[in-house]
């Protein structure tokens, strides 16, 4: 299987929900990525995971929390979003982070926030 | 610091003519530069990388330190090729090889 799957393929949420986001691959790669994508703009990068502990945090808000369970998921867990955080979020894995691997994207998770 | 300017947003050309996407870096070390594609309705996936030296779908792209460029180019454009083109470049951000992406160049293909 050489693909990232993301679930659900879009979510409609008020600012008062919470929600989760989840992304698979089955590549057996070691980092995995999450990242915010606006209309017409490049990919953002909001977090890295490597061997299943958190390396990066692009100084994202707390609203939005990160977990990954194990080697193959990362999940994106939302809480109280603001209007302005509907965008779509696309997961992403590469082998490794200690060389510049092609990172494999998943389709995305269009969110939208009410 | 990193960064990746693509100083077009729109490229629009005729089937047949020859395209090129700019695309220019600003690194402190050795690069690795890369060019990702998003087509209509698909997930963003990789074209081709410099250290490969390859063409893929006609496209090539050549890393050229003294200009700090590397221009996508295609001799003879189709309309299969209408897409959001994004270089990328992956240096060291402290934590491993991150991705930083300019800002995208959308080319339409006409027929």
């Known amino acids: 299987d050489t693909e990232v799957t993301q679930t659900p393929k879009h979510l409609v949420m008020g600012m008062t929900n919470k929600k989760s986001l989840k992304c698979e691959q089955h590549?057996?790669?070691?980092?995995m990525y999450w990242y915010k994508q606006k209309a017409k703009k490049p990919p953002e990068l909001m977090f890295v995971?490597?061997?299943?502990?958190?390396?990066i945090n692009e100084s994202v808000p707390s609203r939005f929390s990160p977990e990954c369970p194990n080697s193959s998921l990362l999940n994106l867990h939302l809480h109280a979003l603001q209007p302005e955080d509907s965008a779509l979020y696309l997961c992403?894995?590469?082998?490794?982070?200690?060389?510049?691997?092609?990172?494999?994207f998943g389709p995305g998770t269009r969110l939208t926030v009410t | 610091a990193q960064r990746v300017t693509q100083p077009e947003k729109l490229l629009s050309v005729f089937k047949g003519a020859p395209v090129e996407l700019k695309c220019n870096y600003s690194?402190?070390?050795?690069?690795?530069l890369f060019w990702y594609v998003q087509y209509s309705r698909q997930r963003l996936q990789l074209l081709l990388r410099?250290?490969s030296r390859e063409s893929i779908k006609g496209f090539t792209a050549d890393l050229n330190k003294g200009e700090t460029s590397f221009h996508l180019k295609k001799p003879f454009a189709q309309e299969e090729d209408s897409a959001m083109y994004y270089c990328?470049?992956?240096?060291?951000?402290?934590?491993?090889?991150?991705?930083?992406f300019g800002g995208g160049t959308r080319l339409m293909v006409k027929p």
């Open positions: 992403a894995s590469s082998p490794g982070l200690a060389a510049p691997y092609e990172q494999y």
């Open positions: 590549m057996g790669h070691r980092a």
């Open positions: 995971y490597s061997y299943e502990k958190l390396s």
């Open positions: 690194y402190s070390g050795s690069p690795e």
């Open positions: 410099h250290i």
């Open positions: 990328a470049l992956s240096g060291n951000l402290g934590a491993g090889n991150m991705l930083t």
